[in-house]
């Protein structure tokens, strides 16, 4: 019965995620201009953009379609040390549930550029941007901006990198804030009669999830919300319903309580 209220009280959000990736690709020109490409759920340009949840269908692209420069200004600026201004803004739709926004930063290429994620500012909403930036045909590195570290230098070296360290601390803070991990987590240890066995799924997991931040951030794995969100849902509906199985026949098991364990 416990099992039953608390998966209810999860199943009153109908969004995987409260908290979110942008993905974002930087290339340095010679001359100093920045091509960028930025992607990201529509659910979060809208909660960037201050649309309420049940805004019209097409608001968020007819505030794109008015003034899509401004709009990313207000997310995302390349600085020399000056703001350097968008030119040529585009949007397309990314499959149902995504944007990907292109456009220019006119720098000047005798100046350190330095982009900082203003979006990290926004306390309804803690987005993270993962991705690369480097040289036009020369190497990259790998970027991971958010509220602790909003900006980074574009001409910075690989060994200025984020480190396995720097996403191991991003995955823990994305796991902490997302209710689908909270959730597919509690589904996996409401079984857990044994610390060792509680501390070795929460750790396993955390790791999983800082190495897909960080093949997700080098582009190495690439998957559509529309493929993620499903795998995302049935696997927190796989692993409550085992965790339903469990309590059904009675071998549930927690900390201080009498009867069988399969726990080993």
Not at 80 to 91: I, K, Q, S
Not at 115 to 129: E, N, P
Not at 145 to 173: M, W
Not at 209 to 237: D, K, Q, R, Y
Request: some cysteine.
């Amino acid at each position: 019965m416990r099992a039953w209220l608390i998966l209810a009280l999860f199943a009153t959000s109908a969004h995987a995620h409260d908290t979110g990736e942008a993905k974002g690709t930087f290339i340095v020109a010679a001359d100093g201009a920045v091509s960028a490409t930025l992607k990201l759920a529509r659910v979060d340009a809208a909660e960037l953009l201050g649309l309420a949840e049940d805004a019209a269908p097409g608001a968020l692209d007819d505030r794109l379609d008015a003034d899509a420069a401004a709009q990313l200004g207000h997310w995302l600026t390349v600085v020399d040390p000056e703001a350097c201004p968008w030119e040529a803004v585009a949007w397309v739709p990314a499959g149902v549930r995504g944007i990907t926004i292109t456009a220019t930063a006119r720098c000047r290429g005798d100046r350190p550029l330095t982009v900082h994620w203003l979006a990290a500012s926004r306390t309804a909403l803690d987005l993270k941007l993962l991705g690369s930036a480097g040289p036009e045909g020369g190497a990259t590195h790998l970027l991971a901006l958010g509220r602790a570290t909003p900006s980074a230098a574009l001409s910075a070296s690989a060994a200025d990198s984020p480190q396995a360290a720097d996403f191991f601390l991003l995955g823990v803070t994305h796991m902490l804030t997302g209710w689908d991990h909270l959730a597919f987590l509690l589904a996996l240890v409401l079984g857990c009669a044994r610390l060792r066995r509680l501390l070795l799924i929460v750790t396993s997991f955390t790791v999983a999830h800082s190495v897909t931040l960080a093949l997700g951030a080098t582009g190495i794995i690439t998957l559509a919300p529309s493929v993620v969100e499903p795998v995302i849902a049935a696997s927190i509906a796989a692993a409550a319903g085992l965790a339903a199985y469990r309590l059904w026949h009675d071998r549930l098991t927690w900390p201080g309580r009498g009867g069988p364990t399969i726990d080993h």
